[in-house]
C-alpha cells in the first residue's frame, strides 16, 4: 500500500492525467508527469514535470526513480522504452502492447470468445480488395496503430470505392460495418488482488469518429446485453493480469455484444462518474495502482448525460453554470481547434 507522500507517476500530460492528478492529490499523493509536449494540461495540476521525449532513457529513468509507481493516460505511448522502468509500471504494458495493435487486439478478444466485427488485415491494395470482397462493402479501413477519435480511418461504400483509394503507408485493418441499435461501455477497475468493480454502462453517441454524450440509463436494448459484455471484459482484465481501470467499448447488435475496442486506461465515456457515481473511474485507477481498498462505483443520480465540448463549444461553456446539476469541466487548453476535445459538461438529476 502506498503511503501517503508518495508520489505517482503519470506518462503522458493531457486531460485524463489532468483528472488522475486531483484525485491522486486528494488521497495525499504527489503526481509527476512525464510528457514530450511543453504545453501540458496535466502538468498545471501536478507537483513535478519532466518534458522529454519518449525515447530519452535517461530522463525517464530519473523519472521513474523519483516515482513509487508509474501509470499512463494514453494508450499511445511507445512501449519499447517502458521495458527499462517496468518494474514501476501498472498495468504491465502488455496491456499497451494489446491495445496498441488492432489487429493483436482483435485476435486476442476471440481468443477469449469474444465476437468482434467481421476483421481482415490488410498489407496491400490487393488485399484490401479481396477483403472487401470477402467481407462485403460498406466496411472501414483503419490503420493498425496510432488512430484514434476518428483519425486514421477510411471509409469505403463499395468495391470500386476500395479500387480507387490510395492506400496509406501503414498496416492496416479491413473491419465490415456493424448493424447495431447502440454503443456502450464496459469501465470496471480491477486491484492488484484481483478484485473487479464495474460502474454503470451508459449509452454512448458518436459524431465524426468522436465521442458525443454518454447517457444513464441506457435504453433497454442496451441494458440486456451489459452483463454478458462484462462477463468478457473481466477475462480480458484477467488475462492480462491488469492493475488498475479498463475500458471494453461494444455494439449492442441482434447477435448480442460485439466488441469494438479496449482502452487500457480510464476513458471519456466514464468522465460522468465523478459528480455520477459514489467514486469516480480516476479515484478508482489510483486506488487500484497505490494498492488502496477499491472505492464503491454506483450510480448516485436517477439520470446522467455527459457532453463533450468540442472546439469552439467550450468557448461559451461557463453559461451552463447556471443550470441546476450541470457540473463543468474546462481541461485548460489554450486553442479551440475543430474536433479537440476542450472540456465536458455532466447533468445530473438526483
Known amino acids: 500500500m502506498l503511503a501517503p507522500g508518495g508520489t505517482i507517476g503519470i506518462l503522458g500530460g493531457g486531460q485524463l492525467g489532468r483528472m488522475m492528478a486531483m484525485p491522486a492529490a486528494q488521497l495525499g499523493y504527489r503526481v509527476h508527469i512525464y510528457a514530450p509536449e511543453r504545453d501540458s494540461v496535466a502538468a498545471e495540476v501536478a507537483a513535478d514535470f519532466t ?25 499511445n505511448v511507445p512501449v519499447g522504452p517502458l521495458a527499462a522502468i517496468e518494474s514501476k509500471l501498472l498495468p504491465h504494458p502488455r496491456a499497451l502492447e494489446t491495445a496498441q495493435d488492432r489487429l493483436k487486439e482483435k485476435r486476442f478478444v476471440e481468443s477469449l470468445g469474444g465476437s468482434p ?68 461501455s464496459v469501465i470496471l477497475v480491477r486491484s492488484r488482488a484481483g478484485e473487479v468493480r464495474f460502474w454503470d454502462s451508459t449509452a454512448n453517441v458518436h459524431l465524426g469518429g468522436i465521442l458525443s454524450t454518454s447517457t444513464w440509463p441506457a435504453p433497454a436494448e442496451i441494458a440486456a446485453q451489459v452483463e454478458p459484455a462484462r462477463a468478457l471484459a473481466r477475462q480480458v482484465a484477467e488475462a492480462l493480469d491488469y492493475v488498475g481501470v479498463l475500458t471494453c467499448e461494444f455494439f449492442a447488435t441482434d447477435a448480442g455484444p460485439m466488441f469494438n475496442e479496449m482502452a487500457p486506461r480510464v476513458h471519456n465515456s466514464g468522465h460522468w462518474t465523478i459528480e455520477g ?10 486506488r487500484a495502482i497505490a494498492d488502496l481498498p477499491l472505492g464503491d462505483t454506483a450510480t448516485t443520480a436517477r439520470h446522467v448525460e455527459m457532453r463533450n465540448l468540442i472546439g469552439a463549444d467550450a468557448l461559451e461553456a461557463q453559461a451552463v453554470l447556471a443550470e441546476a446539476g450541470a457540473h463543468l469541466h474546462l481541461y485548460g487548453k489554450h486553442e479551440a481547434r475543430d474536433g479537440r476535445k476542450m472540456g465536458h459538461v455532466t447533468r445530473i438529476t438526483r
Not at 457515481?277 to 489510483?286: K, L, M, P, R, V
Request: aromatic share 12%; glycine share 6%; net charge negative.
Open 51 to 75: 518534458c522529454a521525449d519518449w525515447a530519452d532513457q535517461a530522463a525517464l529513468a530519473a523519472f521513474a526513480a523519483a516515482c513509487d509507481v508509474v501509470t499512463w493516460e494514453f494508450e
Open 277 to 286: 457515481a459514489a467514486t469516480s473511474q480516476f479515484e478508482n485507477h489510483i
Open 117 to 184: 466485427a467481421p476483421f481482415a488485415p490488410v498489407d496491400s491494395h490487393e488485399e484490401l480488395l479481396a477483403a472487401v470482397e470477402r467481407i462485403g462493402a460498406p466496411g472501414i479501413l483503419k490503420t493498425r496503430r496510432d488512430g484514434y477519435d476518428g483519425k486514421g480511418q477510411w471509409r469505403i461504400a463499395s468495391l470500386r470505392e476500395a479500387e480507387a483509394l490510395a492506400m496509406p503507408h501503414a498496416a492496416t485493418i479491413y473491419e465490415g460495418f456493424v448493424r447495431f441499435h447502440g454503443e456502450f
